[in-house]
């Protein structure tokens, strides 16, 4: 056996023959090891561990297990609601109030003006029948004040809109919002922007207006607190009220700090003596909050005419924004990533993005950050008669409907845009004399297709549209009459949850952690609360 094979521990020996062990045993002595001082942090450990051990059941007890989300519960359509139309004529102007029912049963409509000494017609009801529209005209005096109408039955949509020389229209609005945001504003080379703010409560509302600008935000102390009693409506000149400072490019954001308000905006384009651009007024739309998508049926960039993308980011961080349109061209470096200010205002000239003089338009906001989008187009005719036309953005959606379109002595054009990336197919009706061919366009990929009206009657003054596709769509209503000055206006249909509400809600649930008390009946004292 070879050293270190078998070694014991004795002594660190190996097994070895020529070793002889002692003939008696020797007593081994184990010293005993010095008493241990104790940690007077001997019981901290245990204790920690028990504490731990304490929360962990607890929170076992108190958090409730993750449950599966509950299905959305069904609504039914709307079976009544007002339309809010916050706009005023100026003084020898007359105004129309364009009505269209848009369900397949008539509807009940009541057109209420708010005057000094109250409301005037809450009375008077008129039926629309369905895929109709009546149009209400306002002689000069009932023209400068402001109407809300009122809908029972089927569902209505109404648009308000100016006759004379200049021409003007909106969609008039679904109700009320705590805040409200305007883009495409001017107040820059003689343009002029006013604020039309309508109270049609029973209660004064007060606001507080901001600005947002290309450089950045704008806050003005004399905008802190702007009073609009009950059932009137204010018509605010931005630059002569409220001193804002001329800007090109700007954005306004209304805040009700009490009572509720309708808001519109109007921007009159009037190039000074020896100056060119713009010439023309339009009407401006608010936002009821930011988005991340916005699209439009129509834009126009030629050899005379011109449109741009005012994009307004109301947000805290810079937002960052693509822009589409329909037939693209591949060389344009317009339609690369752009970044708007936060607070802040950007302009999207549109000349030389597309291949066609006329197209459709899409904006999104790319890095979550909500934005709001208005185009503006400046039109010139050939006799260099000139017009303004603006629209506030809408998300695309399936189901659309547009009120204030008529062929009697004047054009109109149903924009329908593609925005999505499959092709659609698109439905529209327009009541008696519908084109059997309307009820299935086909509309391709980030492709627009544009529908004249004349297609159901060439002297009709008022004509009704619903659009619907089996894809997301936005439809966009033009009109312009060349007679005398060129009074053209656009308007982006209003999709179809703002007259029907949403399809579904969340379900209510009852907190559990809240106490109940039974409901007694009345005079029944040992059951009512302290």
Known sequence: MTQGEGSSDLGGLGNNDDVTLPPTPVELVTPRPAPR???????????????LVAAIVAEAVTVPPASSAAAEVEQDPAAAGIWYCPVTAEPGQSAVVSIAATGTQESSVAVVRHT????????????????SQRDVVLEAAEA???????????????????????????PCAAGPSPVWYLSGLDTANGSRSTLH???????????????????????????????????????????????????????????????RLVVQGEVRYEPAAGQTGPTGRALVPAAEEPAEAWAFGFAQADDRSSSWLSIMNPGEREAAVEIQVSEPLEESQLLDEVSVPAGGTYRVPLAGSSSEPTFGVEVLAVNDIGVVATRTTALVTEDDRRGVAASLGAAPAESWALAGGGTDGRASFV?????????????????????????????????????????VADDAPHISVTVSADGPIVAELRSSRDAGAL???TSVGVPATRY???????????????????????????????
């Open 415 to 455: 924009d329908i845009y593609n925005p999505g990336p499959t092709p659609v197919t698109a439905r529209m009706s327009a009541g008696p004399g519908t084109p059997a061919d309307w009820s299935a366009i086909e509309v391709g990929v980030n492709q627009r297709v544009s529908v004249d009206l004349a297609e």
């Open 487 to 489: 009074r053209s206006w």
């Open 116 to 131: 000094s000494e109250g409301v005037v017609g809450d009375d008077t009801l008129t039926t629309v029948p369905a895929g």
């Open 500 to 530: 029907t509400g949403a399809p579904t809600r969340p379900p209510v649930r009852r907190d559990p952690a809240l106490s109940t008390e039974p409901l007694g009946q009345p005079g029944d004292e040992e059951s009512e609360a302290p």
């Open 144 to 170: 400068q004040q402001p109407v809300s109408v009122r809908w029972s039955g089927g569902p209505s949509i109404v648009t308000w809109r100016t006759e004379g020389e200049a021409a003007l229209a909106a």
């Open 197 to 259: 703010l309508f109270n049609p409560f029973a209660v004064d509302a007060v606001a507080r207006i901001t600005f947002t600008t290309p450089e950045g935000p704008t806050t003005l102390v004399s905008t802190e607190s702007e009073l609009v009693p009950a059932g009137t409506s204010r018509r605010i000149d931005i630059a002569t009220d409220l001193q804002q400072p001329e800007v090109a490019d700007l954005g306004v954001v209304v805040e009700v700090r009490s009572g």
């Open 37 to 51: 001082r104790r940690s007077p942090l001997r019981w901290l450990a245990p204790l920690l561990g028990l504490l």
